[in-house]
């Protein structure tokens, strides 16, 4: 029975799609912790400031958003290989990479509000609460 139900199910569309679009993300992992290195190699000496803090958080967020993300491959292509009825409830990694996904968002765009604040500061800053609610409400 098990066999007839693998024969019509075609996961070349779905998890074909799941295993090179993770490949390519590990692969854009490995060129954001260069960019990060060259960043803190050129930035050495200023110390310990905002963009680098952001920088460090944002890496360890990206770093499980991929392991999350290689942990739900394993589940559905290794572990539950031949196994239909695993493909109808979601892995705990593939919740969890949700409030990851949140917390990278948010985080970038505080971090592009940053700017916004150093140049408004002293002036009308009735602007700013509308720019720091948006991310929140996306």
């Not at 499980?64 to 705990?92: D, K, R």
Request: aromatic share 14%.
């Amino acid at each position: 029975m098990s066999s007839n139900i693998m024969a019509q199910l075609d996961l070349n569309n779905t998890f074909g799609v799941l295993y090179i679009s993770t490949a390519i993300g590990a692969i854009l992992f490995g060129l954001s912790i260069v960019q990060a290195f060259l960043y803190f190699q050129t930035h050495r000496d200023s110390g310990v400031t905002v963009y680098k803090l952001a920088i460090c958080c944002l890496l360890f967020l990206d770093a499980l958003q991929v392991a999350f993300t290689n942990h739900t491959i394993y589940y559905y292509l290794i572990a539950n290989y031949a196994n239909p009825p695993a493909l109808s409830e979601y892995v705990w990694s593939m919740k969890a990479q949700i409030l990851v996904d949140t917390l990278i968002v948010n985080g970038v765009h505080l971090l592009y509000l940053l700017p916004i604040w150093i140049v408004c500061k002293g002036r009308n800053m009735k602007i700013l609460p509308v720019f720091m609610v948006l991310p929140l409400v996306n």
